[in-house]
Antibody, heavy 123, light 107 residues
Framework: QLQLQESGSGLVKPSQTLSLTCAVS??????????WSWIRQPPGKGLEWIGY???????YYNPSLKSRVTISVDRSKNQFSLKLSSVTAADTAVYYC???????????????WGQGTLVTVSS | SYELTQPPSVSVSPGQTARITCSGD??????AYWYQQKSGQAPVLVIYEDSKRPSGIPERFSGSSSGTMATLTISGAQVEDEADYYCYSTDSSGNVVFGGGTKLTVL
């Protein structure tokens, strides 16, 4: 059974960089046909996709966050990471990592999710 | 920008059928997916590609799509089905779109 587990700092100061890692177990991050996504959910609000990365390292980001987001992959550790720069209180959210499954290049969905980790932006 | 529209809330009594709708202009050409999110938990995929059910999801969960509307049906809703439900799809450019979520109350 594939499992994903987020880890990282739960408290980040405004203007600093949020950093999270997602460890994948029960399967290889290099498996073909999948990419690996970050999704967030502000308290009491809906879901917002941040971006995804293929095992090759190719990335695709939400246009609204693109200027501040970097997603990277470490195949040797079977994990991928998120960096979000210049954070504000609006970036306070539960951050989820998820596996992205494809029907075709433009039709995909998230089939396995981590449990999520709350990141609070506050001084 | 493309949007998926869901009712904010749906309420049923235990054993009744709950129907949650999701409307979007691209749905005639794109699959709809449904996620269940219980309080304090991560979302769980309950329907994919309009009407397919992942392993482990009870048979009372079903999905359909016609024209610009997708529907999640819970036949004989149980108290444990109380949750937020999100529809999901991609737009014509392959961008991610989540619906605003529907709070299902079963009481």
């Amino acid at each position: 059974q594939l499992q994903l587990q987020e880890s990282g700092s739960g408290l980040v100061k405004p203007s600093q960089t949020l950093s999270l890692t997602c460890a994948v177990s029960g399967g290889s991050i290099s498996s073909g046909g999948y990419s690996w996504s970050w999704i967030r959910q502000p308290p009491g609000k809906g879901l917002e996709w941040i971006g995804y990365i293929y095992h090759s390292g190719s990335t695709y980001y939400n246009p609204s966050l693109k200027s501040r987001v970097t997603i990277s992959v470490d195949r040797s550790k079977n994990q991928f990471s998120l960096k979000l720069s210049s954070v504000t209180a609006a970036d306070t959210a539960v951050y989820y990592c998820a596996r992205t499954a494809y029907v075709d290049a433009d039709d995909y969905y998230f089939d396995y999710w981590g449990q999520g980790t709350l990141v609070t932006v506050s001084s | 920008s493309y949007e998926l529209t869901q009712p904010p809330s749906v309420s049923v009594s235990p054993g009744q059928t709950a129907r949650i709708t999701c409307s979007g202009d691209a749905l005639p050409k794109k699959y709809a997916y449904w996620y269940q999110q219980k309080s304090g938990q991560a979302p769980v995929l309950v329907i994919y590609e309009d009407s397919k059910r992942p392993s482990g999801i009870p048979e009372r969960f079903s999905g359909s799509s016609s024209g610009t509307m997708a529907t999640l049906t819970i036949s004989g809703a149980q108290v444990e089905d109380e949750a937020d439900y999100y529809c999901y799809s991609t737009d014509s450019s392959g961008n991610v779109v989540f619906g605003g979520g529907t709070k299902l109350t079963v009481l």
